[in-house]
């Protein structure tokens, strides 16, 4: 034990989630205390702008705009990164790093893509990084993979790990609200990124999943392996044909292991309406977690905004604290895992899924068989078949839903369908999962 008075914090950022972390530290400084037995002192905040007014009370807090003086302060024991991005959020961790300073960052596309070198850094200088937050705002999801799933050889992890397309998702199927308006509310809320194409386009799901996959297989993840999908092109038409099945469409971060390879993977996903998951919407985010121990878990809560974040960024900072109590900083492994096994991720072309086809098809005889004999020779089998309106001279949709199939085998039928005269445009495609309840 030591004869520490205080653990003593400083943010750098003092944004959306900075203000929530800064918060909870001051208002719930009582029961942080009394869990650690000693305070958590938020010593200084570093931001670009200390004028504008955060709707914090900091009383003796320190605002600054001296980030790298914060850092190499001696009176500091964790540095908290909340600036986002790459520049010079990678500088500001590995100085920290340097001083001997324990880090807790949010920042998931750094960790996605520069992940390895920092927590190499990290090892080396025993010292811990903390990224609860980092994956699904408040849920405790990356604690329950490091310690309460960890006797367990993870089958697979579903998630719902964007919010914000969630919270676009939602209101576009149950209001039948329109895309961009529900955007803007989402990015009014603080739930969007600083580019919301990284939203959208299923780049922050992706690198969440990254961090999902390195800490459930113990595997270092690339992330440019990652296949990523997003929702710009999901239409009312879509929603609608999956709520006629009995589905709903849900942007899924997919991570399996099978036959030594892992599947990592995001894309829209149709889910049946009843599966634990698919009941979870707006900005909430989900996960279902499979263990051959546990068999199948689900977590739920807000993966975004300044609290729920807040809630994981000050958990990190705790339980840092208490290791800094105890003497034994960098106790856990910062990658979850002490022998670490290299995994190749499949080639999307080599995953094999049930999809929904949608075709822009001629309203004419023999078009069916067009389609279905392309299919078919293809080794794709079709399970059912629905068509909406009627007309010869406009193209009408027409839904295919396969049995499984080879991705491959799905992508050459398509580019030979979609140059079909009987085809108006290219087809839509919506992967299924029925995955676990
Ligand atoms: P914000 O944009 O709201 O806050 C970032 C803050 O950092 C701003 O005040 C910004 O100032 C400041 N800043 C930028 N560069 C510097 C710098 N060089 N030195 C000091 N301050 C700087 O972002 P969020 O709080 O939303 O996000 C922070 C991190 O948390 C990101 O990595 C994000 O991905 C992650 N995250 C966010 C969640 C959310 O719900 N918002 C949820 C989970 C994770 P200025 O505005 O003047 O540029
Ligand atoms: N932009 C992210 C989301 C923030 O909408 O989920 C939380 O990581």
Not at 157 to 166: M, Q, S
Not at 211 to 226: N, Q, R, S, Y
Not at 291 to 305: H, W
Request: include cysteine; charge should be neutral.
């Amino acid at each position: 034990m030591t004869s520490k008075k205080s653990i003593n914090v400083g943010i750098i950022g003092f944004g959306t989630v900075g203000s929530g972390t800064a918060c909870i530290l001051i208002e719930n400084a009582d029961i942080i205390k009394r869990r650690l037995g000693i305070p958590v002192k938020l010593k200084k905040i570093a931001d670009l702008d200390i004028k504008r007014d955060r709707g914090v009370k900091l009383g003796d807090v320190q605002l600054t705009n001296d980030a790298k003086g914060l850092i190499t302060d001696p009176d500091i024991d964790i540095v908290v990164e909340l600036i986002g991005g790459y520049k010079p959020a990678k500088e500001f961790i590995l100085d920290a790093i340097k001083h001997k300073k324990h880090v807790v960052t949010a920042n998931k596309a750094l960790l996605a893509v520069h992940g390895e070198e920092i927590y190499a850094a990290a090892q080396k200088a025993g010292v811990t990084v903390g990224f609860e937050a980092s994956v699904a705002g408040g849920i405790p999801i990356l604690r329950s993979l490091r310690d309460g799933l960890a006797a367990n050889q993870i089958e697979s992890i579903y998630g719902i790990v964007n919010g914000t397309c969630n919270y676009i998702l939602t209101l576009m199927t149950n209001e039948g609200r329109k895309f961009d308006e529900v955007l803007k509310e989402a990015q009014a809320k603080g739930y969007a990124e600083a580019d919301p194409t990284f939203d959208i386009e299923g780049i922050d799901s992706a690198h969440k999943l990254a961090i999902l996959t390195m800490l459930a297989f113990g595997t270092p993840v690339k992330f440019e392996d990652i296949y990523t999908e997003g929702i710009s092109k999901i239409t009312p038409l879509d929603i609608d044909f999956a709520r006629d099945l009995g589905y709903k469409i849900k942007l899924l971060a997919i991570t399996k292991k099978a036959r030594g390879e892992v599947e990592a993977r995001v894309h829209p996903t149709m889910l049946p309406g009843d599966f634990s998951i698919a009941t979870v919407d707006g900005v909430f985010n989900a996960l279902n977690v499979v263990g051959n121990a546990v068999g199948s878990t689900m977590f739920s809560g807000r993966g975004a905004g300044d609290m729920p974040t807040g809630s994981a960024v000050v958990s990190d900072i705790m339980d840092i604290g208490r290791d800094i109590l105890s003497g034994c900083a960098g106790r856990m492994p910062v990658a979850a895992f002490r022998e670490r096994e290299p995994l190749k991720i499949r080639k999307m072309e080599d995953i094999t899924s049930c999809y929904y086809l949608r075709f822009a098809a001629m309203d004419k005889p023999g078009v069916l068989s067009r389609i279905s004999g392309v299919l078919g020779k293809n080794n794709i089998s079709i399970e059912s078949v629905i068509q909406k309106g009627r007309g010869a001279a406009e193209a009408v949709p027409l839904v295919m839903m396969t049995h499984e199939a080879v991705e491959r085998n799905v992508r050459s039928a398509l580019a030979e369908i979609n140059t079909m005269d009987c085809v108006a445009g290219p087809t839509m495609v919506i992967r299924v999962e029925e995955g676990q309840k």
